[in-house]
Each structure stands twice: as structure tokens, then as C-alpha cells.
């Protein structure tokens, strides 16, 4: 049941050497951490980051835990890497966000995830007095997001802050775009193919000015923590206009193949990012699409002025901003999961996810538990590791 060494190998995420680790294990030396102590630092430093490094091999095992009853369960819309930093707040909306490995699957893959997240980060924060009151509440937005409730719901505490702070500034926004690009500037048509594609698909929805998607600049992005090794571009295109003050942002991120899992699908090709943002996002971003790029296929969106995660460490202030954003969350996934293709209500689906989770909640709360302890063993035999070997990445 378990996923190959050789296909966790692939995304980066090599098992301890002489270690007994798991699929959570990572091995500091991988190659593909060249140049890359900032990424190895982060991993060090905060147990969530290393979680968040490690989603295929949690997926991995998080279905191992439930073998037995694989094919007992619905097939659901998965988010694929829900978490608590997943959770992000722009001018345009909030909730669960970075769709990237969005697919089809068993529900066990984004409850443990995300009830392991806020148990994680519970710790972190030292209020594990209420963790059971945590997955509760995440429970039960879950349950009313299948159910159809909570169509309208109150704004949390930690939105209402945020988007306090929001500059509503475009020249901020491209001041921080252009300072990226900076970091690793690329030839203005080395993504040539990739933006033809995208001006094909997303050039005839809007009306813009006929020079809007020519390529200002384009830069290389080594941003993030589960995507940090991914391939990545920054692109800013002319806008609406050829002044530079309403240029447009845009990312655009490889499109990873999934790895063989028995909880989750891997047949549904690159679409499936696309297909996950319109079925989860409560505002999908304005351009959007799947290109390819050099034998690959890419995830391209705009990118909004203000955006803001719940972070952890600076963004999640007392015990209710987490209860709170555990059931918004909740409520998301519970609204997505069960949704045709086409969007519609599919009362079959939602009738048996409730189904399932009334027979297995005992051991979804169990399996969180379990993982967000194992994953912090993982990550301690990973700092342990640094401390007797030079890492690759800080060489």
C-alpha cells in the first residue's frame, strides 16, 4: 500500500538514510537540495513546514491507515494538500487555496491532512488543551458543507484582520512582483509556448487591449514549501494598457504527475488543477489555465494585489481564530466534495460521504492524531540528521 521509494524519490522526498522513517521520512543530502539552504533551514525550524514538504508521502501513508475500507469509501473532489497555511485571505476572497493537487479520491486524504495541519499547529502554539475542540469544529463544518448548510456564514475574527492591513495597492503589488523576478531574471521569450497557449484560452474571455499579454519580464520563482523544488515562472504581462502602472501578474507552476496511491486518482491528467479550482475555490482566479511548456504542462493564474495565509506563527492569534478557520475550512470542503463534475449538487454522493463519515469518524480523528505525531517524529530524525552531515543545500 505504500508509495515506491522510487516515485517519492521523484518529488524529492527520499527516505532517511539508515533510518526506519516511512514515506514522511526526507533525506537532507537529496541533490535537489543544491543551493537550497533556505529551504533546508525552513524544514529545520518548523515542524508545519516540514508537513508541508512532505504532502505524497503523508498521502502515502494516510491512505495505508485505512486499507481496509478503501473501497468502501465515495469518490470525492479532493483539494490534495489541505492545511491550515492553505487558508488565505485576498481582496477578491478567502478560504482553501493552491490548487495543485486537486484531484478525485477518497475524503480521508483532505480530512487527515487538514485535521493533522490544526493539530500541528495547536501544538505549536501550545494550546493542545483544545485539540479535540479543534477537529470538532472542523468536523462540523464538514458535516453542514455536505449537508447544504451554512450557505451564509459569519466572517472570521482572523479575516476581518487581515484584510485590515490589505494596501488595495496595484504599484505595491507589482513593486513586490518585479523584486521576485529580480532574484532569477529569464529571457522575455523563454516561456514562449506556454504564454501562446494561455493567450489562446484566456485571451478570448476578456476584453483587454491587443498588446495585454505581451511578456514584459519573466522571472524564475523558488517561493514556497511544498512547491519549493517545483518548476516556477513569474510573468508580467503589458495589461491593459501600455502604461506600467496596471501591469498583470501571473505564475505559472509545473503540474506534478501523481504518484500511485489507492486513495487517490491518477488518471485524470493535467485538467484536473483547473477542474479542482472551480469546484473548490469560492473565487477562482480571473485568468486561468493548463498550458504546456517544454514536455510539461503548467498551472498558469493572475496573481491578486493582497494576499495573506493564515500563518501560524503570525497570523493565528488565540484558541478561536483556529476553531474558526477549522470549520470555514471544514464547511469548504465539505461543499466540494461531493459536487458533479459540472458544479451541480449530487445528493447520492453527499448522502454517502455523510454515510461514510458517521462510520469512520472514530478513526479519521485517530489517523489525525496519529500522523501529526508521527510527522513530528520525522521531522525531529530530520534535524537530528543535519546536526551529524553538511546538507546538500548549505554547501
Known sequence: MRV???????????????ASADSLGVDPTDPRFVGRGDLV??????????????????????????????????????????????????????GLSDFDDCTRGKAVIDLVRLGASILIAARE???TQEEDRFISELLKGYRDGLKGERMEMPTPDLVTRIRASFT?????????ANALIDKAPQPNDSFDDGVARFVELVGTRHVLGKDAFKVKRIGMLTMGIGSALDEKYLILFEGPTASDDDDMVVEAKQIRDLQGNPCV???????????????IAYEPFAYAAVVPHGGKHFWMHDWTDDYQEASIATMLRTPKDLRQIAFDAGVQMGRAHPKRPDGGPDKDRRKAALKSLEVLEHRVRAAMKEMAGRTDVAWRAFARSLSTQTPTGER
Not at 486518482?265 to 469546484?279: K, P, W
Open 4 to 18: 515506491r521509494l522510487a516515485a517519492l524519490a521523484a518529488l524529492g522526498l527520499l527516505p532517511l538514510r539508515g
Open 41 to 94: 533551514l525552513k524544514l529545520r525550524t518548523s515542524v508545519h513546514d516540514y508537513f508541508r514538504f512532505v504532502n505524497a508521502g503523508f498521502a502515502a501513508e494516510t491512505c495505508s491507515l485505512f486499507a481496509d475500507v478503501v473501497d468502501q469509501m465515495p469518490e470525492v473532489n479532493l483539494h490534495g494538500d489541505a492545511h491550515i497555511e492553505q487558508y488565505t485571505v485576498t481582496n477578491i476572497g478567502r
Open 265 to 279: 486518482r491518477t488518471d485524470v491528467g493535467a485538467s484536473r488543477v483547473l477542474d479542482g479550482m472551480g469546484l
Open 125 to 127: 502554539r501550545q494550546w
Open 168 to 176: 488595495w495597492d496595484h504599484a505595491g503589488a507589482l513593486r513586490q
